[in-house]
Structure formats: structure tokens, C-alpha cells
């Protein structure tokens, strides 16, 4: 039985740093949550983050092409998913941060991760679809990184720690990327029929 206590260690030790850190993060959030509710919400910034958010979906349906939507939606979830999931890593370690949610506890900016980034990719891909997708997916990462995060930065939304626009780049062209990729390759998939 000491050889077992030897290999798994101090086991109360782990648990009880883990219940420590755990306890100091939901602190940390409820003081967000109240610094939220006092100086946040319904701010011209929160009322930008509100009005990204639903704008840019409510035009795209107006202007949409309709026989592509299910798959530019299909895109669009894959970009929400990518995007979200790169932004929460860039804030845990410290790369950027996000002034001014939608909500209080997402830690990224909701209408980014949401709306503006899957909205821009699905509309650049029904613009000149033709077109070498390598070029519009340069096109679309310098637009992102040399005029959306700036202006995100210039009106204190978006704080870069340790990031440069520059190295928003080549993710953005992967992101647009996976997206052409997927709306060509979603072509091909087989129709579902009701054959068990």
C-alpha cells in the first residue's frame, strides 16, 4: 500500500490546491460580474457588442443566398467553433483580453467570436466564388487583422498583451481556408435517406 501512496502522491494536497484555484476563479468572476453590472452594462460599447451581434445575421439572412444557406450555416458553426476556441486560449495565456462583453463570464468577445467573424467568412465566400479562394482568404485575413482588430483596439475593446495584428494573419487565411474547404467539400456529401 506505500508503494501505491508513493506513486499517486499527496492526493489531499492536489485536491485542495485545485479546490483553492477553483475558488479564487469563481471570486474573481463574481467581481467581473459586479464590475460589469456598474460600469458595463449599456455602455455605447455594450451596445456596439449588442448591435454586432445580431445585425450582421439579421442583413445575412436578408441577403443570403438561399439555396447555399444550410451549408454556409454548417461554415459559419465551424468558424464560431474555431474562433472561439483560439480566442479563449489567447486570453487564458495572457496574448490579449476583451474590455466591454455582451455577457459577463465569456471570456472572449462574444460578437467577434459569434457574429463578425463567421458572418464576414460566409459572405466573403458568396462574393466572387470563382475567384482563387488563396487570394480572397489573404484579402479577408488583412481586412481582419490590419482593420478589425485595430479599430477593436482603437475604441478599447480589445487589448493586445502579447500579440501583434501580424500574427493574426495566417490564422485568419487557415480559418478562411477550412471554410472554403468545407463548403466545397460539403458538395459532395451523400444525401441522407431514410433507409436504416
Same mark, same amino acid.
Given at each position: ?8 502522491? *499527496? ?51 436578408? %441577403?443570403? *443566398? ?33 474590455? %466591454? ?56 475593446? %480589445? ?33 441522407? $435517406? $431514410?433507409?436504416?
Amino acid at each position: 500500500m506505500i508503494w501505491l501512496y508513493a506513486a499517486i502522491g *499527496k492526493p489531499d494536497d492536489t485536491i485542495g490546491k485545485i479546490d483553492d484555484n477553483a475558488d479564487r476563479i469563481t471570486a474573481l468572476i463574481h467581481q467581473a460580474t459586479v464590475m460589469w453590472l456598474n460600469d458595463i452594462v449599456f455602455t455605447w460599447r455594450w451596445w456596439l457588442a449588442f448591435m454586432l451581434t445580431f445585425m450582421p445575421w439579421l442583413l445575412w439572412l436578408i %441577403y443570403r *443566398k438561399k439555396n447555399s444557406a444550410d451549408r454556409l450555416l454548417y461554415v459559419a458553426l465551424t468558424v464560431m467553433m474555431v474562433s472561439v476556441i483560439l480566442n479563449v486560449v489567447g486570453d487564458q495565456f495572457g496574448l490579449w483580453h476583451y474590455r %466591454y462583453n455582451l455577457v459577463p463570464i465569456m471570456p472572449t468577445y462574444f460578437p467577434w467570436d459569434f457574429t463578425v467573424l463567421p458572418v464576414a467568412v460566409i459572405t466573403a465566400l458568396q462574393i466572387k466564388p470563382r475567384a482563387n479562394p488563396w487570394l480572397k482568404g489573404a484579402i479577408f485575413a488583412s481586412v481582419s487583422a490590419f482593420v478589425g482588430e485595430p479599430f477593436f483596439q482603437w475604441i478599447g475593446v %480589445y487589448r493586445l498583451v502579447h500579440w501583434r495584428p501580424v500574427y493574426s494573419l495566417p490564422i485568419y487565411v487557415a480559418i478562411y481556408m477550412l471554410a472554403n474547404w468545407m463548403l466545397v467539400r460539403r458538395n459532395r456529401f451523400a444525401p441522407l $435517406d $431514410d433507409t436504416p
